[in-house]
């Protein structure tokens, strides 16, 4: 089983509708991040997560808010979508405390277009 | 603040060739550098990681990449391409410390291309 997923791994919308991105993870890891992936942009960090009472805004949180719900669930909200948020949308954890330093576990990704 | 330049978008090899993705950083502190590797369709996965020690770094299916501090350069090489090599290679970089300790910054991706 994969040790992060997300979900729905595709989805279209409409203009204006609120869509809802989930990502779960058994890493045990307190942090999480949410990326975006653009063609020719790389990943950028929407935002981050290093534990259940802290969320940061990452570089392009406009139009975007986040809920950890608990230690493994981290969840990614469009409130009102619009054409340019639709992208590759990647979750992704770490844990800084042990061996494994700060390397980035990611998700298979949610494939988001708004029409 | 942090970066990562990519040289190339993309970047095509014969199957055999050398491959070689070059990546330089900013950093105004010790880095911590990272190639991850993206086949289509799937999520990205760690090829290997400079953290501290050793410059030479090996990493999983036979690639390599050298910190060279002085170059603010962490170039990914492989000495001879395989067909399954095809894929986006994203090189990043975090700081080792301070309040964005985790962060990855990421360069924009090189598409490596296989031919046989």
């Known amino acids: 089983d994969a040790d992060v997923t997300q979900t729905p791994r595709n989805r279209i919308t409409k203009t204006g509708k609120r869509i809802m991105l989930e990502c779960s993870q058994t890493?045990?890891?307190?942090?999480m991040y949410w990326y975006r992936q653009d063609p020719g942009l790389g990943l950028r960090l929407i935002y981050y997560s290093f534990d259940v009472k802290d969320i940061n805004k990452g570089e392009i949180s406009d139009g975007y808010s986040v809920s950890r719900q608990a230690q493994a669930k981290f969840s990614l909200s469009l409130e009102s979508a619009i054409p340019n948020q639709t992208a590759l949308y990647f979750c992704a954890t770490s844990d800084l405390r042990g061996r494994e330093g700060d390397t980035q576990y990611f998700g298979p990704g949610t494939r988001l277009t708004v029409l | 603040a942090q970066s990562v330049t990519q040289l190339g978008s993309h970047v095509s090899v014969s199957e055999g060739a050398l491959v070689l993705l070059r990546c330089n950083y900013s950093?105004?502190?010790?880095?911590?550098l990272f190639w991850y590797v993206q086949y289509p369709n799937q999520g990205l996965q760690l090829l290997l990681k400079y953290t501290t020690g050793a410059t030479l770094v090996k990493g999983i299916n036979g690639f390599e990449a050298e910190f060279k501090k002085s170059e603010t350069s962490f170039h990914l090489t492989k000495p001879s391409a395989h067909m399954s090599d095809a894929a986006e290679y994203f090189c990043a970089v975090s700081y080792a410390g301070g309040t964005s300790y985790g962060k990855l910054t990421f360069g924009q991706g090189t598409i490596l291309t296989v031919h046989p």
């Open positions: 890493k045990g890891h307190d942090r």
């Open positions: 950093s105004s502190v010790p880095p911590y």
